[in-house]
């Protein structure tokens, strides 16, 4: 007979219940998590473009320093050969070009060191640990480039996936065109072809220059030489001419962009007194990038 007094035994536990449970939550927690980090990963971390860096061609640039070609006494019947016989040079840079990457930049480049169209031509700007100019369009007696007629139109300038490299570092030589400081007049001709170059000299990065340049190779030799050029002292205006110049431009002044042709002016005539190919035996190098 049923008595209130009398103990009760608990009802049976399911065990099925009591194991699963906890077994399931696990599971939904650790299904949650892996689909939480997966899609911030993917959102964080974009695939990066699959970029043949593979080094196709190679050619050489000798710097030195001339220091006569700036005296007062020169002649119009003065060039390199006569003012800067006595040169020092600076080194050699071996370059690496990104041939499948951007074949129009890699060709347009190689012919212009092959047929000596940069030999004798000035390295016309530096920025103290950014990088130096070179390749400026003009007057072969003012140490500027004439461009071969040949020379074929860079299409790659208006095509996105030519910018997809970084200014990462020291030593990546990029094709001028945010920094391109050509005279308009030489811009404005139909048979115009953009030929400066930059190169980078470090230390760090220089982000301000991506997606504005083309990067289309690498300093494979002679990093002391990049040094060496960044190390030269530049005319730096000071504070107040730099407000009167942005006075100047804010006023619509046509001097105040004149006036900036020599900032970054290098104080010592460095140029490019060599250049050309370097033939190797294999015509595809292992990708290289610093």
């Known amino acids: 007979m049923y008595s209130p ?15 699963h449970i906890p077994s399931l939550l ?59 016989a006595d040169s020092v040079p600076l080194g050699r840079l071996v370059l690496g070009l990104y041939g499948h990457l951007v074949p129009l930049t890699v060709s347009n480049f190689k012919t212009m060191c092959t047929s000596y169209s940069y030999k004798n031509t000035l390295v016309h700007k530096i920025f103290p640990g950014q990088f ?15 461009v071969p007629q040949d020379l074929t139109r860079n299409i790659e300038s208006v095509d996105s996936k030519a910018f997809k490299l970084t200014h990462s570092g020291p030593g990546i030589l990029s094709l001028c065109l945010s920094e391109n400081d050509d005279e308009d007049d030489i811009k404005l001709d139909p048979e115009y072809r953009n030929v400066e170059f930059l190169i980078t ?4 990065p220089c982000p301000q220059l991506d997606s ?34 942005d006075l100047a431009e804010f006023l619509g002044d046509e001097r105040a962009q004149n006036a900036r042709t020599i900032w970054n002016k290098p104080l010592k005539t460095v140029y490019i007194s060599d250049c050309g190919e370097l033939k190797v035996a294999k015509p595809s190098l292992t990708p290289s990038l610093p």
């Open 5 to 19: 007094l009398t103990p009760q035994s608990p009802p049976p536990l399911l065990p099925h219940h009591h194991h």
């Open 26 to 84: 696990s599971s939904t927690a650790i299904t949650r998590r892996s689909f939480l980090l997966s899609t911030s990963l993917s959102t964080l971390s974009p695939p990066r473009p699959n970029l043949d860096t593979t080094i196709t061609d190679r050619v050489f640039l000798d710097f030195s320093i001339c220091s006569n070609y700036l005296r007062p006494d020169r002649t119009l019947s003065d060039n390199f050969s006569t003012l800067c």
């Open 132 to 146: 130096f100019l070179a390749g400026r369009q003009g007057r072969r007696e003012k140490g500027e480039v004439k």
């Open 201 to 204: 000299t470090g230390p760090g």
């Open 212 to 245: 504005k340049n083309i990067v289309f190779g690498v300093v494979l030799e002679g990093l002391d030489v990049v040094t060496s050029i960044a190390s030269i002292p530049t005319y730096k205006p000071s504070d107040r001419i730099r407000q009167f110049n």
